[in-house]
């Protein structure tokens, strides 16, 4: 089952890290296709927010010469949003907490996202 | 002139690093408050693109739960583009190439914007 095989890449990369909270497959058009979220989070919230970021970063990337989007983090006081493409149909959210070590962060959010563009 | 002082800030921050290719500050709005930008590059299109992704990511960590917005970061295939907050009134985006050493623009960013925070 690919939904099964989707989540257990999910549950491997927020088993990595203790600084990773959440995490998420996204359809391009922001419908959830795997998550692990915490109690209380809305899984359409977290489609939603992650599709409007892509389209407008993507947007952002190309107008100010930067190419194709690959990546778009959002550090807040309280935690870091990344999202992160996983092959033409699908992106990889991850939330973390606001002292995770960022390079351990992208290196696993990186494997775990080539492993999804798989599955895919 | 505080114009001047901006532009200073800017000046220091892109000869600090060969791998940042631009700077700008921009008021929360998305006008242009200085800018040291490679010719053909346009600075109403830079403002324009900060002040959105900087409105649509405040969102996002807000509904998130990752609190207030400090930074958004986009990563393309032909480069970087990082926005910080910079004090209440304004914002500092940076180009960098793609193989730009990410901690020391971090670094080197996050200094500049305190300046900048400082002469709004």
């Not at 890290?17 to 909270?21: G, L, M, Y």
């Not at 391009?28 to 296709?33: F, K, P, S």
């Given at each position: 089952m690919r939904a099964d095989m989707l989540t257990a890449v999910l549950s491997e990369l927020n088993g990595t890290?203790?600084?990773?909270?959440a995490s998420a497959v996204i359809s391009?058009?922001?419908?959830?296709?795997s998550a692990l979220l915490p109690?209380?989070?809305?899984e359409d919230r977290v489609g939603a927010m992650s599709a409007a970021m892509l389209s407008l970063g993507s947007r952002t990337s190309h107008e100010l010469a930067c190419?194709?989007?690959e990546q778009v983090l959002i550090k807040g006081d309280k935690g870091y949003v990344l999202m992160t493409d996983a092959g033409e149909n699908g992106v990889l959210t991850v939330l973390a907490k606001p002292n995770a070590r960022l390079g351990l962060i992208f290196l696993d959010v990186k494997r775990a996202a080539e492993n999804i563009t798989k599955l895919l």
């Open positions: 890290s203790a600084d990773i909270e391009t058009d922001g419908l959830i296709m109690a209380g989070m809305d190419g194709e989007l």
